[in-house]
Structures are given as C-alpha cells and as structure tokens.
C-alpha cells in the first residue's frame, strides 16, 4: 500500500469509528445522511483493508441506502466480506436489495457455492416473493447445499407459489428431499398465518404422506392437527399410540398446545380431554402402552389445570387406586393439580396404611392442591383420625396455612405419640396465632428432649416471620429469653428474623447483658441486621465494654451497615468519621477508607481528607482523596 | 437444514426411516423413584445428554447434569481440543466409563442417534443457531443465556422449538429458586395489588458497535478452529484474545453488542414471569437519570437500573404494586413490604443462584414433554424485551415496538437493527 493510501486508510477509519461510534452514543451528526453513506462507499471502493471495510459495511447497515446497494453488492461474492456484504443488503429495505441478491443467484451466477447459498438464505430473510421462479429452479441445483438453501427460502417466503414449488419437489427423488420436507412445513405457517388453511393443510398432509424422518413428520402431524382443529384430533391420538418415541413425544407436546388456556374453545377441550382419555384406557393393552401411563395422565393434569372434568378426575382416581407403582404416583400428583376437594377425600383415603413415597405423594398433592373446600375436608379429618393417619392430616393443616385450625392443633403437642407431637408443632409454625405463639417460645426454652427442641425452634422462627406485630411477637419472645439459659441463643436468633424496634433493643440489651453466650448471639445476629437502624446499637457496642470481647465484631456490624446500605451519602460520611474515630482494629479502618472511595460525594471527601491526618491510613487515605477527587470531577471536554 | 456433509446427515435419516423405533429410541420413561433401587437408574433407562462448547460456565452446568442419577453424558463436540479432552475426562470420570466421545463439527454430534440431549453452553454467538439445529435433529435443549442475538432470532428460535415439539430450557436458572418463584408469585396473584413497576438490574447499559482487534496468526485448526468459532457471525482477523473470550464474543451481535443483556436476560424475565408471562414492553427509552424506562402495553412499566437496590445480591429484582412490594436477589432472600405477604409460608432461602433445579426440571420435562420454566416462549420474550432495549440505547432515543407484527413502528432504523444476516452457510 502507498503512502498515499496508508493515510486515507487510517482517516477512513477514523472517519467510520465515528460515524459509528456517533450512532452508538446517539449524538446528532453534523454530516449529512447522504454524505456519510458516500464517505462509506468511498471506503468500500478504495484499496482499504478488509477489517475497515468491514467496519465500513456495518456503517451502511445502519445508515445505507439504495444508492449503495451497487458498491456493497460487489462484494457479494468475496470470501471474507460476503456477509457483511448481506447483513447490509438485508437491513437497507426495498427493491434495489432484493435486485442485486435476485441478480446474483441468477442462473448467470459467478459466485462459489457457499457465497450463492448466504446470497439464496438472505433472499429467504427478505421474504422476496419475486424470486420464487429462480429459487424454484435452484432446487434442482446439481449442489444439494444450493437445493437445500433454496428449499429453506422458499419456506420463509410462504406464498402459494411457493408451496406449489416445493411440493413439486417433495416428490422427486434429490438427496436434499428432508430439507425440502422441513420447507414445506414452514411454507405451511406461513400460509395459515395468512388464512389459507387449506393449502397449508395440503402441504403438511404431503409430507406426512411421503416416507420421511420421524422428526419431519411429526413436525408436519403437529402442524396439521393444529391447522385443523377437531379434525387433527385423530392424527393426535395415532401419534400417542406411535410405536416410535419421537411421535409418541410429539403427541404429548401438541395435545399440551390444542385447546388449553384461558382463550380456549370449551367444546374442543372436552373432545380432546375424550381422546385423550380413551388412548389412556387403551393404553393398558400393550407393554409399551403401559409404560407410558404415567406420561399420559401426567398430559391430562397439565390440560386441566384449571380443574379437572368429572370424567378426568374419575379415571386419574381409579388410576391412583391401582397396582401399578408408577402411575399410582403419577395419578396421585395429577389430582394435586387438577382435582377437587373429593378427590382430596380420595387420597387422603388411599394414604391409610400407605408406604412412605404414597404417603409423601398424597401430603405432596393436597398440600398445593387449589380446589375449593380442600381445607374443610382436612379439618373434619383431624377429629377422626387414628395415630398412624394424624401426622399426615395435621402436617396438611400446616401445609396449607389452615389457620382457622390452630386451636385444633394446640392440643397434639401434648400427644402421646412424639411423631404427632412434632408434627403438630412444625404446624403450629405456620397457623399458630400471635396469643399462643408463647406456647412455641416455651417448647424452645424448655423442651421435653433434642426432638421436640428441634422441632420447636423451627416451628418458632417459621411463625415468628409471619407475625404482622413484629413489635409484639418480639415482646413474648423477650419475656423468655432472661430464664432460656442455653438456650436463649435461639431465641436471640429468632428476634433477627423477626426485625423491627422491640427485636432490635432486646437484642441490644442481649449484648450487653454481660453474658458471654447471650453477647455472642447477640453481636452475632446485630453484624447481620437488616436494617440501618442498628448502627447506633453497634456503635455504642464497638466503643464501649457492655459487650465484652465482641467490640470488634461490633464494629464490623457498624462498617457493613455503611458499606451496603441504601444511605443519604452524608450520614454514611458521618458513619465512616465516627468509625475510624471508634475502630480499634487497623484492618477497619483501612476497611473505612474503602467504603469512602466507594462511594464518591463530597462528605465521603471531606472524610476522606480528614483521615489523612490518621498514620496507620494515611497512605490509603490520600489514595482515596485523589480517587475520589478523580470521580467527583466533571468529565474533561464535555460534549 | 444446513450442513456441510450431507452424506453422514443422509446415512442418519435413513436409519431414522427405516428402523425409526430403533434408530431413535428413547428410554422407556418410568420415574426413578418407582425403582427402588437406591436411587440408582439403569443406563438404558437414563437421559443420554451430549455438550457443546462446555467451558468455564458449562461445567459447571455440566456438573448440574451429572448429579442426576438418570443423566448419561455421552459426548462432547468444542471447537478447541484442550476443552474436548477435558470435558471427556470428567465425564469418564463420573461414569467409570471411557465412553465418552469427543467431536469437533456439532453436526456430527447432533446426527448421533443416540443423543436425546444437548447443553449448549459455547459463547452467545452459537447460541441461537446450534439449539434451532439441535431441534430440528430431534434433540432437546439446554441453552445457556443469552440464547439470542436479536429479536428476529428470538422469534425464529421460539417458533422453531415449537415445530420441532422440542423441550427448550434457557439457562435462566432463578425461575427454579424458591425465593425468586415466591416473589413472582405474589405479583401475580394479586398480593401485591395491580403492578406498577418491575425493576431489574442490567449489570451495563451501553450498547456498541465494536471494531476489530489487531490481527494475530491464525492457529492451527485442529488446535483451535477459529472458521468454526466465528461459526454465522461475519468475518473479522483472527485475535486470540477474541477466541479466548467466548462468553463475551458476539453477545448482542454485531451491529448492536453489549447493553442490558448480562443480567437483563435473567431479571427482565423474572419480571416478565411477575406480571403473568406477558408479552415484552412495546415503548423503549434511553437513560435519564440512570434508568431505562420501559413500558408494557397494560401500563407497568420495566425499569432498568443499577443503582439503588437492597443489598440482596446479584440479579436483583423487585415489583411494585399499589399496595405493597417485594425484593429478591441472589443471597437468598426477600424483602417485603409487609411481613403479611409472608402469610406463613416456608421459602427456602437459597443462594448463589444454582442451577440444579432447572436442571432437574428441564430432565423432568424431556420425559413428560411438558413446559419447563426457561421455556422457549419465556426466553424469547424476556430476550426481545433486553434487544429492544439495547435498540433504544444504542439510537439514543426512544422507539416503540409494535408486539403483534414484531416491528418498531415507522421507525426504520430501529427495524434495521432487528436482525442480522449470518455468515453463509448458516442459516436461521
């Protein structure tokens, strides 16, 4: 290259950086739009580098017109730079585009193999109906690559001419026959997007007709049973009697697609939801047949979401009550999704003397099951059931928050037996009332055994977090923690979960109370709060003695509040000045320094500053002045 | 259908065609735990999953697979040996096996009758294209994020899962954590009220158009196949930096890279999933004050931003409705407006955004053919809304996108910047 063009090379791309770079940080140019694509032209026909006409070509992607489509279709067949040749010519709208892509797929073509498929593909993606005759032609291309591109085109394209084509070669004998079969479903989208069903309804029959892959046609079945409606619900049930798994798979995932959904067609569904049914009743005829079972009701729950027909929710139940393990458990979940509050009665009745995975199956279902008066029929059970079936029946209580149910429940956490004890418990978590939640706060300060302790304290900390008077819940947590002993930890841990002002001052008090347990458990959850309104409390922890050797960890609690909180950059300032006056630890106040640089504002500045006068951060400190300085400075040059 | 020997894809079909039931069975589904047999699942009767491009981020996806006793990870295909080797030797390593097989052209690997399916974790450049392949042979899919370059693609790969009846599930794990689905839930099932606004944090919101690194030597391609890597985007001097990148090459695509894409494909669909699964935004702003201000066609409005969040970790989101709001991010937890949203549920609170649920119920899915939470319907919309986003940052004014014709209204330069041509021979 001379030197000359090494010059007008290096403005060229100076002059497409920021041309493209003006576009990206949307500022107005002073060129105007015909003037800019000329510049970029110009880089196309100069003896550029490749790399800067590739730039150059981006340039005219967003900004090209037809007046380029000439300079940028030269490319079209270069090895390096015919996609960026098409990514332009396929952005820049109208016929001057589709002439030039037209043109060179021609039967005159010079262009290699490759290059003619990308030039085929992008007449594809402009929908270029006035190049069906030469796509047509090229699907009997000699290159199965070329047939192929051309069959691709003509099925994102979706006129009926070309559907006319590609049916034509659905029949003949190319290698590329499964490319034109893809094709032909595509086309037929497009066709029943535009309303003409019946010629796309022609086209999938064609394929499904010919002897093609399963996954073509499954792909045109699909496609025909939703065209069609109630007439593709035969096709829907021979896919789900299809020997092969990849038809028997698709008929699973289209019948999820026909008729479901709020907007669905009610009269449809239910014809559907009876196929469906049927070919689940046949099902047990064949081995094959009956290992897809469970997947079959499994398709039946997900149709009836919104609740299950009579005649669903009747085979689903009997399927549950059956011998074979798998759909038992498989019909047992189903009716957790779709069945109603009968159906809850018949499971909690299959659940009698059940094994373990029924039983985890059965609580499993009702627990989220949506239907209307579920949670009546749970609660007419805990009167009459036997010890084995109480665990299952309260844990549902607890399952589904039956609140109204929590007086019932308070008396089995006396129960002889301990496996209704804890479940009783682990329910009262989630029903249990704020006027009895110190029957909990008991079972922790004072369990019968490790059991009922564990229990207890989860119970305790599930209830706690749901209580809508923090302030109250933290007040009879509080009452128990000076006679907890040992266990009072759990019930400091308890009042972080809690939050708010009373759990904040007993925690407080907890800290300094000169307990070195209860300090430990307090300073611990005050590092982790929730809130900024525990920075006073830590402060005063981490500069006095009220909580023993836990100052430090105080005052890591204090740093934390500054470093991650939502704060008005002022009161963290201040924070970070009372802290590096109060840390006796070096290692905070360096920690300081960062949360200042953090956060760069004039009173983190002002700090910033004043620590500079500090020796142990002296060093950190002037970092962060400049830093910050560097940040809080308008940015130079403006635009 | 792309591809470069037809012959192999050829020989494939025929098999498919003539022994189909044989050619392309599938295990015989009975759940695990019907077995019995302490958990452990036949190899005949497991998932035999294959992976694409499995680097730093695929292991670890990878490693999600493996802990599930009815996965059997049968082959690797990467454009690079090193990643080949390794991916084999920690999959013989898990299954005691030395059966794992190794391809370098994904095409190969996708013609194999005996792969159900596929973990496509390449960079986001391979995304789109291989899953709409992967589909098309019959495969099902995992895709890491962002599955997508542009809108147009976004739209194709939908339609293109729903033809091929394939179960899709895009790495958009935190649909399958406990505190994110509870949040979600409350919006949409009124606890919240009517919602107003959804926020979620891109991490960036600047979107370019790139220049080229200088050019390096090009490496041998059986080392290192950089025509492979650079696979449907457009050609530019090889750099070695470039083809270490993966995660960030292409991600956005050429004409507009970069923007809210990051964490706006996890948290846009998350908010997307709180207002019921809803169609994208159809008005689109550049910043002011920091923000992106999006708009849905009910009125909520979709704000990016990244500042002001409660520290709850990565991937924040939080919606506001007219009588309360929620906050969740990646530690695990929630904030509420009112611990009466609570209403005494149990929400596990897990952090670090795993990703063994999703898996376990995208594996779920294969079986029963059913949705997933990452879903190809979810994903798209999720990813349109964050393109068109990227649209208006990069136009820096506001556009507007008509969400039945899927165009910008009279808008041709934000309808340019919807699609791009990929490099011949691929093809959407």
Redesign the interface.
């Known amino acids: 290259m001379t030197r000359k063009h090494k010059r007008w090379s290096r403005w060229c791309v100076v002059l497409v950086w920021a041309t493209v770079a003006g576009t990206s940080h949307g500022r107005a140019d002073d060129a105007a739009p015909q003037a800019r694509e000329q510049e970029l032209v110009a880089v196309l026909r100069s003896e550029t580098p490749e790399a800067e006409k590739a730039l150059a070509f981006k340039g005219l992607a967003v900004h090209g017109s037809p007046a380029c489509v000439e300079a940028v279709a030269a490319y079209l067949g270069n090895e390096r730079l015919a996609s960026w040749s098409r990514i332009t010519l396929e952005a820049i709208p109208g016929n001057a585009a589709s002439a030039a892509l037209r043109a060179a797929a021609g039967p005159d073509t010079k262009l290699a193999s490759r290059q003619l498929v990308g030039v085929i593909n992008s007449l594809g993606v402009r929908g270029d109906a006035a190049a069906v005759p030469l796509l047509a032609t090229r699907l009997g291309d000699g290159d199965p690559n070329v047939a192929a591109a051309a069959a691709a085109a003509l099925g994102k394209i979706g006129t009926a001419d070309a559907a006319a084509a590609l049916s034509k070669a659905l029949a003949a004998e190319k290698p590329d026959r499964e490319a034109v079969a893809e094709a032909c479903v595509v086309c037929g989208e497009r066709l029943l997007a535009a309303g003409n069903t019946t010629a796309a309804v022609a086209l999938f029959q064609a394929v499904r007709a010919a002897e093609f892959s399963d996954q073509r046609r499954a792909e045109a079945t699909r496609a025909a049973i939703l065209a069609q409606g109630r007439d593709g619900i035969p096709l829907l049930v021979d896919l789900l009697k299809s020997a092969p798994q990849r038809l028997f798979n698709m008929g699973l995932f289209t019948a999820r697609e026909l008729a479901v959904g709020p907007d669905r067609d009610p009269a449809l569904a239910y014809e559907v939801d009876r196929a469906l049914l049927e070919a689940f009743t046949s099902s047990a005829a064949s081995d094959a047949g009956r290992g897809r079972r469970p997947l079959l009701i499994d398709l039946l729950a997900d149709r009836n979401a919104t609740g299950a027909s009579a005649a669903v929710q009747k085979t689903i139940l009997e399927a549950a009550r059956g011998d074979d393990a798998a759909v038992r458990l498989a019909a047992i979940r189903a009716i957790g999704r779709c069945g109603d509050a009968s159906a809850a009665a018949g499971l909690l009745e299959i659940a009698a003397g059940a094994g373990p995975a029924v039983l985890a199956a059965v609580r499993e279902a009702i627990a989220t099951m949506p239907a209307d008066g579920v949670n009546e029929v749970i609660v007419a059970r805990l009167a009459g059931s036997d010890a084995g079936s109480l665990p299952l029946v309260i844990g549902l209580v607890g399952d589904r928050r039956i609140t109204t149910a929590a007086g019932a429940v308070l008396p089995f956490v006396e129960h002889d037996d301990p496996a209704v004890r804890t479940a009783a418990m682990a329910a009262l978590g989630s029903v249990i009332e704020l006027k009895d939640l110190g029957i909990l706060v008991h079972r922790v300060a004072d369990p019968r055994d490790d059991a009922e302790f564990a229990a207890a304290t989860t119970a305790l900390k599930e209830a706690a977090v749901r209580m809508a008077d923090r302030d109250g819940c933290a007040a009879v947590i509080a009452e128990a923690i000076g006679s907890a002993g040992p266990r009072a930890g759990v019930l400091v841990d308890t009042l972080a979960d809690v939050g708010g002002g009373k759990a904040l001052a007993t925690v407080a008090a907890a800290a300094k109370s000169g307990h070195q347990s209860l300090a430990d458990a307090a300073t611990r959850v005050l590092g982790k709060w929730m809130t900024a309104d525990a920075a006073p409390v830590l402060l005063e922890l981490a500069t006095t003695d009220a909580a023993g050797p836990y100052r430090g960890r105080a005052m890591k609690g204090y740093l934390r509040i500054a470093r991650q909180f939502a704060l008005p950059e002022a009161e963290r300032a201040e924070m970070c000045r009372r802290a590096l006056a109060a840390a006796q630890d070096p290692a905070d106040r360096k920690a300081v320094i960062e949360i200042l640089v953090r956060y760069p504002h004039p009173a983190t500045l002002a700090v910033a500053q004043e620590a500079c006068a500090i020796p142990d951060v002296a060093d950190e400190a002037k970092a962060a002045v400049t830093t910050i300085e560097g940040k809080l400075a308008p940015p130079a040059g403006g635009t | ?3 470069r020997e ?1 012959s192999s ?2 020989r494939f ?1 025929k098999r ?2 003539a022994g ?2 044989a050619a ?3 295990p ?4 695990s ?2 077995l019995g047999l302490d958990g452990a699942v036949p190899p005949s009767e497991r998932i035999r999953v294959a992976g694409i491009g499995i680097g730093r981020r695929g292991e670890y996806d990878l490693g999600c697979f493996l802990q599930q006793p009815d996965v059997q990870f049968v082959a690797i295909c990467d454009v690079k040996q090193a990643r080949r080797d390794a991916v084999k030797a920690i999959a013989d390593k898990h299954h005691g096996t030395a059966e794992c097989r190794t391809y370098h052209d994904f095409r190969e690997l996708l013609d194999q009758p005996d792969v159900d399916a596929v973990l496509i974790a390449t960079g986001p450049n391979w995304h789109g294209l291989m899953a709409m392949q992967a589909a ?3 495969k099902d899919v995992y895709c890491e994020k962002p599955c997508t370059k542009n809108i147009a693609e976004s739209l194709i790969l939908r ?1 293109t899962m ?4 394939t ?1 899709f599930q895009a790495g958009t794990q935190r649909r399958n954590l406990p505190h994110f689905a509870f949040a979600c839930e409350l919006a949409r099932t009124g606890r919240l009220g009517r919602i107003t606004r959804v926020y979620a944090h891109p991490a960036g919101m600047k ?3 790139s ?2 690194l200088p ?1 390096d030597p090009a490496p041998d391609p059986a080392v290192a196949d950089w025509d492979m890597y650079l696979g449907p985007a ?4 090889f750099n070695a930096k470039t083809l270490a990148d993966g995660f960030n090459f292409e991600k956005g695509g ?2 507009v890279g970069g923007g809210v894409l990051e964490w706006g494909s996890h948290c846009v669909d998350l908010c997307q999933w709180a207002v019921n699964d809803c169609l994208p935004p159809t008005d689109y702003a ?1 910043p002011v004050d920091d923000q992106i201000v999006c708009r849905y066609a009910n009125g909520t409005e979709l704000i990016f931003r990244e500042k ?4 709850l970790g990565s991937c924040p989101v939080r919606f506001e409705g007219e009588t309360g709001w929620v906050e969740a991010g990646d530690s695990g ?1 929630i ?1 509420l407006s ?3 949203l ?5 929400v596990e609170e897990i952090g670090g955004y795993p990703a063994t649920f999703h898996v376990r119920d995208f594996l779920d899915c294969c ?5 997933p939470k990452g879903n190809a319907d979810a994903a798209c919309n999720a990813h349109i809304a964050c393109h068109a986003a990227n649209i208006a940052l ?4 506001p556009v507007k996108l008509d969400t039945e014709s899927w165009q910008f209204v009279n808008d ?2 934000a ?3 919807r ?9 959407l």
């Open positions: 259908m792309q591809t037809r894809r050829r079909l498919a065609v189909s039931a392309v069975a599938a015989m589904v009975i759940p735990s019907a098309q042979a019959g339609d729903r033809r091929c009846g179960v979107a370019f158009s220049g080229w050019e457009a050609w530019r001097p050429g004409l550049p002001d969040w409660i520290p937890k904030v009112s611990p009466e609570m209403a005494g549920r149990k079986k029963t053919r059913g949705k990069f136009l820096g004014r041709e330069a309808n340019r910047l699609s791009e041509s990929l490099r011949e021979p691929w093809r």
